[in-house]
């Protein structure tokens, strides 16, 4: 067991000390773990990106940071020859350029030249491959005095373009340029003169444009007095001569804006209010612009303001031009005059007109709808009372005939006793008569009750309910309707005494509620009155079905009596033989006997008839038939036929009346806006039921 742990370590070292030796030969691999390693990427990188001296600054770090890995080394080996041969042919080649970007370039490369060099000392050459592959040194090169030159020599070329900006009044372009000559490129010992400079170039340069009298030019000299002075804070001259070229410029486009003024054109008077508020922003106390300011706008407001009133006053109206024009003297002054009053009383005005239309339009339906609705009302009760006869009579049938059916049967087994048969054949014979139509009318109920009879009971009720309800309705309408018509009489009048904003907006918005909710009554009396016409045809319809039901009804009245009677009797006969034979007549053991023959067949007779004697006398009774039975089936299809025209109508009807009450309660809610803002008219008190 000691021997195979002392063998286990024993391979455990070599394995260790075969990866040492492994990473100490391979410098690429020994550079993954290497502190340099950061500095080697980025000097890749800048490799990659074109900027190969700054490649070069950075795999010196690396080898600063670390001079024992080889990677580090061969990139200098690889790189640095080719990096420099570039360099000086970029050098040599933009020597005495006049493009600012290019001599700030070659401050730029001389500074990392400089840095290169440096850090060149920090490390021990030649680099040599360990394999003995590749040999690298180089001798080092002082360029201190080529960067110091072409600092200067960028700072000369900046100053200069900066001067030719100014001399071509690119005051602007020419700030850039001069303050980066100032701030980045001027060494310490020139720099009070360099300012001096600088602002002298800019004095004489607005030295020489202040007597100007255009605006423009004034502009620029106003500019270089300021960059002036940011070289030179405490340059008196530049001090006060910026300040008068203010006042100046100020002045001349208080003149310009006094010239405009007087123009009779209003879009040249707008232009006066630019200008006065340009004279202001160049001298914050000229008083007689802003006066000018007010006096022109005023000006403007007055002119909108006239014009509208002429627009107003001439035979043709256009009161959205009219408008406009109040709109744009309140632009200029807010509630100028009566702007405000014109403007809402003009909206308000036309919106009067659509009102007063809308309301003889409305009456106009509220007329045509009462006047029909008495008519249709009893038109719709009519047809509701005969659904009902008819409901019934269906109900009836159907139980005369179970009835029926069930005396027969009995009337049946007696038949075929003797001589009780023959007084029960008549009987029978007469109820199968009047059962057979019955019948037949169950018949036709079966197939139709379900579908068409019920539904259309149901529709006509509900029709009911609405037409008694608009009959309520109509009511309310006419009161809504008189105070509505008595409050717009006199509402033009009532309007003028209005003073705020928010009351013209409150009645000019509640007169466009009340023409909508005008509109939707009116729309919803008229689609009542056509859809309850229409109704009216099947309720109408409906009606030839009342004189046969009241037939079928009161002959149902006259035979139910006779068939109870006819009941009463074949029971007792039923009880009496019952009782003799221990069984029911309509049991088939008994009729088979009977109708067998025989001595058993004769004995069953006799007996039966000696005990049946004393109720023979009444078996023999004759069943009426029920009259309209068969007009009644006939015509029963009447209700299949309008069914369809019923059921939508029903549903138009429900859905105008609900829309007619939302409606109402629309105008009157505004109505009473109307009074409660203007004092006009009377207020509406809002229905209790409808």
């Known amino acids: 067991m000691k021997n195979f742990t002392l063998k286990k370590l024993f391979f455990v070292g070599a394995c260790i000390l075969a990866v040492s030796i492994f990473i100490t030969s391979c410098g690429v691999t020994s550079s993954l773990f290497s502190k340099g390693r950061s500095e080697f990427n980025l000097a890749n990188e800048e490799m990659n990106k074109g900027n190969a001296l700054k490649g070069l600054d950075h795999a010196f770090n690396a080898i600063i940071i670390d001079p024992d890995v080889k990677a580090f080394k061969k990139f200098m080996y690889t790189n640095f020859n080719t990096t420099l041969a570039k360099t000086k042919s970029y050098?040599?080649?933009?020597?005495?350029?006049?493009?600012?970007?290019?001599?700030?370039?070659?401050?730029?490369?001389?500074?990392?030249?400089?840095?290169?060099?440096?850090?060149?000392?920090?490390?021990?050459?030649?680099?040599?491959?360990?394999?003995?592959?590749?040999?690298?040194?180089?001798?080092?090169?002082?360029?201190?005095?080529?960067?110091?030159?072409s600092v200067e020599y960028a700072f000369n070329l900046i100053m200069k373009k900066g001067k030719e900006d100014i001399d071509r009044s690119l005051i602007k372009d020419s700030y850039e340029k001069l303050r980066k000559a100032y701030s980045k490129y001027c060494s310490s010992d020139i720099r009070i003169e360099t300012a001096k400079k600088i602002s002298t170039y800019y004095t004489e340069f607005a030295s020489s444009n202040q007597t100007s009298s255009d605006i423009a030019t004034l502009v620029l000299a106003h500019e270089a007095w300021g960059y002036a002075l940011k070289f030179t804070p405490s340059l008196a001259q530049a001090i006060n001569a910026k300040d008068k070229v203010a006042k100046k410029i100020a002045e001349l486009y208080y003149k310009k804006g006094s010239e405009l003024l007087t123009s009779k054109d209003v879009n040249k008077n707008i232009?006066?209010?630019?200008?006065?508020?340009?004279?202001?922003?160049?001298?914050?106390?000229?008083?007689?612009?802003?006066?000018?300011?007010?006096?022109?706008?005023?000006?403007?407001?007055?002119?909108?303001?006239?014009?509208?009133?002429?627009l107003e006053k001439s035979s043709k109206k256009e009161k959205d031009k009219i408008i406009a024009f109040y709109r744009s003297a309140q632009k200029w002054i807010p509630d100028y005059k009566d702007s405000m009053y014109r403007i809402y009383s003009l909206n308000v005005g036309s919106e009067l007109i659509t009102l007063k239309k809308n309301l003889a339009e409305t009456r106009k339906q509220y007329t045509a709808l009462t006047n029909r609705i008495g008519t249709i009302s009893a038109s719709v009760d009519k047809g509701y009372e005969v659904m009902e006869v008819v409901t019934y009579i269906s109900?009836?049938?159907?139980?005369?005939?179970?009835?029926?059916?069930?005396?027969?049967?009995?009337?049946?087994?007696?038949?075929?006793?003797?001589?009780?048969?023959?007084v029960s054949g008549f009987t029978s014979k007469s109820l199968s008569i009047a059962q057979k139509p019955v019948g037949g009318l169950v018949e036709k109920f079966n197939a139709i009750d379900r579908p068409f009879i019920t539904p259309t009971k149901s529709a006509v009720g509900q029709v009911k309910n609405t037409v008694d309800a608009i009959k309520g309705m109509v009511a309310t309408t006419k009161i809504v309707l008189e105070k509505s018509e008595a409050t717009v009489k006199g509402i033009d009048d009532c309007i003028k005494t209005l003073k705020l904003e928010s009351d013209f907006k409150k009645v000019e918005g509640a007169i466009k509620e009340i023409n909508k909710g005008l509109k939707g009554t009116s729309n919803q009396m008229r689609n009542l009155n056509n859809s309850l016409t229409s109704f009216e045809k099947g309720a109408k319809a409906l009606a030839v079905l009342h004189s046969p039901a009241q037939k079928v009804k009161k002959g149902m009245k006259k035979i139910k009596p006779t068939l109870d009677k006819v009941s009463k009797v074949t029971g007792q006969m039923d009880k009496v033989l019952k009782k003799e034979f221990d069984f029911k007549l309509t049991k088939m053991s008994l009729h088979k006997a009977l109708t067998a023959g025989g001595y058993?067949?004769?004995?069953?007779?006799e007996i039966g008839m000696k005990a049946a004697e004393p109720i023979m006398k009444k078996l023999k009774i004759s069943l009426p038939k029920i009259p309209g039975v068969d007009e009644l089936k006939g015509k029963l299809d009447v209700v299949k036929n309008e069914y369809n025209n019923i059921k939508n109508e029903t549903a138009k009807i429900k859905e105008s009346y609900q829309k007619y009450t939302s409606f109402e309660h629309v105008i009157t809610k505004n109505v009473n806006k109307i009074v409660e803002t203007t004092g006009c008219g009377k207020r509406i008190e809002p229905a209790t039921n409808n």
Do not use: C
């Open 91 to 149: 050098i040599g080649n933009s020597e005495n350029t006049e493009s600012i970007a290019v001599a700030e370039k070659r401050v730029e490369t001389y500074n990392l030249l400089e840095t290169v060099y440096g850090k060149l000392k920090q490390v021990e050459l030649p680099f040599v491959d360990p394999k003995g592959k590749w040999e690298w040194t180089t001798e080092f090169v002082d360029y201190s005095v080529q960067s110091k030159a």
């Open 271 to 310: 232009q006066s209010v630019d200008q006065f508020k340009l004279a202001v922003k160049w001298n914050a106390n000229h008083n007689d612009a802003r006066k000018s300011i007010d006096k022109a706008k005023e000006k403007i407001a007055e002119f909108y303001y006239a014009s509208a009133i002429k």
């Open 395 to 422: 109900s009836q049938t159907k139980s005369l005939n179970t009835k029926m059916k069930n005396v027969g049967s009995t009337l049946k087994a007696l038949n075929a006793i003797p001589v009780v048969g023959t």
């Open 600 to 605: 058993i067949a004769g004995k069953i007779a």
